[in-house]
């Protein structure tokens, strides 16, 4: 079964804490991974898209790493301002409409 | 800047009402996604349209429809709203083509509530 999984559910962090989230996937034929962050009564917004095996990504303190199983988030010293929910999507791998299949993202506090 | 614009942010509808609930995107994309999103569950994909009149069902359509008259719009319809459709209900839209750029954008959503 095609499917999206994020670790943890919840991280909670001092501000300066550097941490990684985890989304592991399982589908045939990775036509791209996206990272968003999702703040509180708000969309999604989007970070990232990963398309192989040893692509990176940065933004900030964000960077974002592919390989064939998985994707990891890795922040670097964070900030109470990164508080957020972190999702995780890749592509539906049948058809060819884009559709995206969503992990259930990892809730991420910073405390100062 | 990508927009996906969502008409309101706040609604709040009785049991029984039709609700319609509209969403515009300014990029040309072909795509465009309804989604509810609930605590514990995730985003769920109700509808989606890859063209105009032409929609496909997603995972969770049962009490809802949808309408893609013109490219830029797409609109969710309940045809009798009931309590358990009460959600964050999220439109996003997206190119259909393979390669690069294919990531999708989303609006601010709509928190409804159902009383």
């Known amino acids: 079964e095609d499917q999206v999984t994020q670790s943890p559910e919840a991280l909670r962090l001092q501000e300066g804490e550097s941490s990684s989230l985890n989304c592991s996937y399982t589908?045939?034929?990775?036509?791209?991974l996206f990272w968003y962050r999702q703040d509180p009564g708000k969309g999604p917004e989007f970070l990232f898209t990963?398309?192989?095996a040893g692509e990176e990504k940065e933004k900030e303190r964000l960077k974002a790493t592919l390989t064939k199983k998985e994707s990891f988030l890795h922040i670097t010293a964070p900030k109470p301002e990164d508080s957020a929910t972190y999702l995780c999507?890749?592509?539906?791998?049948?058809?060819?409409?884009?559709?995206?299949?969503f992990g259930t993202g990892t809730l991420l506090a910073v405390q100062p | 800047d990508v927009k996906v614009t969502q008409s309101s942010r706040y609604l709040v509808k009785r049991t029984g009402e039709k609700v319609f609930l509209e969403c515009v995107q300014d990029?040309?994309?072909?795509?465009m996604f309804w989604y509810r999103q609930d605590p514990g569950l995730g985003l769920r994909l109700i509808y989606f349209?890859?063209?105009?009149?032409?929609?496909e069902k997603g995972d969770i359509p049962e009490g809802y429809s949808v309408s893609r008259e013109k490219k830029e719009r797409f609109s969710l319809i309940l045809e009798s709203a009931s309590t358990n459709q009460t959600s964050m209900y999220l439109c996003?839209?997206?190119?259909?083509?393979?390669?690069?750029?294919?990531?999708?954008?989303f609006g601010q959503g709509t928190r409804l509530t159902v009383v």
């Open positions: 996003a839209s997206s190119t259909l083509g393979t390669g690069l750029n294919t990531e999708a954008f």
């Open positions: 589908v045939s034929g990775l036509r791209g």
């Open positions: 990963l398309y192989s």
């Open positions: 999507a890749v592509h539906d791998p049948k058809g060819a409409t884009n559709k995206l299949i």
């Open positions: 990029m040309d994309h072909e795509n």
């Open positions: 349209s890859y063209d105009v009149k032409m929609k």
